[in-house]
């Protein structure tokens, strides 16, 4: 069978000196079965410290303000998410054969604070 193979890329989240928490934009992967997740940091102060956390869910309609309705997230366990813990850095997030509909990203700091990007890329096998 011949056609285009869904894709995804978007930026997610851009924002200087982030001190607080923050969750992207929810992307809805539905006929997507491969994903990654791009982390960005850079020009941090204080050495910064925080953790990200992806989340998945099943069911909810993404709002015109890119927020989830009738969601309920499951924070997903992960070997491969990175922490920030140093002035700068680039991570890639592989994800395989997702099996959510709709995933997120949630950045909790612990100190400090730097520059964030967040980009997600998936594509149809």
């Known amino acids: 069978m011949s056609g285009t193979k869904r894709t995804i890329f978007k930026q997610l989240f ?3 000196a982030v001190t607080t928490t ?3 934009a929810p992307t809805d992967t539905q006929g ?7 982390l960005i940091f850079a020009n941090a102060t204080n ?16 709002l015109p303000n890119q927020t989830m309705s009738g ?3 499951t924070p ?10 140093s002035a700068s850095g680039s991570h890639l997030v592989s994800i395989t054969q997702f099996p959510f509909r709709f995933v997120r990203l949630v950045y909790t700091p612990n100190s400090g604070q730097a520059d964030i990007t967040v980009n997600i890329y998936g594509k149809e096998l």
């Open 32 to 38: 997507v079965d491969n994903l990654s997740y791009e």
């Open 76 to 85: 997903l366990t992960l070997s491969a998410i990175p922490q920030v813990d």
């Open 71 to 73: 969601a309920t997230w």
């Open 14 to 16: 851009s924002q200087t």
């Open 22 to 24: 923050f969750s992207t």
């Open 47 to 62: 050495t910064p410290s925080g953790y990200f956390t992806l989340q998945g869910a099943d069911a909810g309609t993404i």
